[in-house]
């Protein structure tokens, strides 16, 4: 399998502690319908913690370093 292939490397893995934060935080509120929604996301967003956001970031390195010494295969239970 091709690193680009591996499933671990899928963003849905990484980015999974950003979004369970924002959806708290979005739907803290009643959403109306998805203008609402939209406003909402841009909302938490902007007042989205930096730090929480770097971390996300660095968590690629050890990622990346893990898939090429798989070979491109699974790595997750590496990490």
Same mark, same amino acid.
């Given at each position: 399998?091709? %690193? %680009?292939?591996?499933? #671990? ?5 990484? #980015? *999974? ?6 959806? +708290?935080r979005? *739907?803290?509120?009643?959403? #109306? ?6 406003? &909402? ?17 660095? +968590?690629? &390195? %050890? ?5 090429? +010494? +798989? ?6 239970? &590496?990490?």
């Amino acid at each position: 399998m091709k %690193p %680009p292939t591996s499933p #671990d490397l899928n963003l849905g893995t990484s #980015d *999974y502690h950003l979004w369970s934060i924002l959806e +708290q935080r979005v *739907y803290h509120t009643h959403i #109306d319908d998805v203008n609402h929604f939209k406003t &909402r996301l841009v909302e938490e967003w902007q007042k989205f913690d930096q730090k929480i956001i770097d971390w996300a970031i660095k +968590q690629w &390195r %050890p990622r990346l370093r893990s898939c090429i +010494q +798989q070979g491109g295969g699974h790595f997750e239970h &590496r990490l």
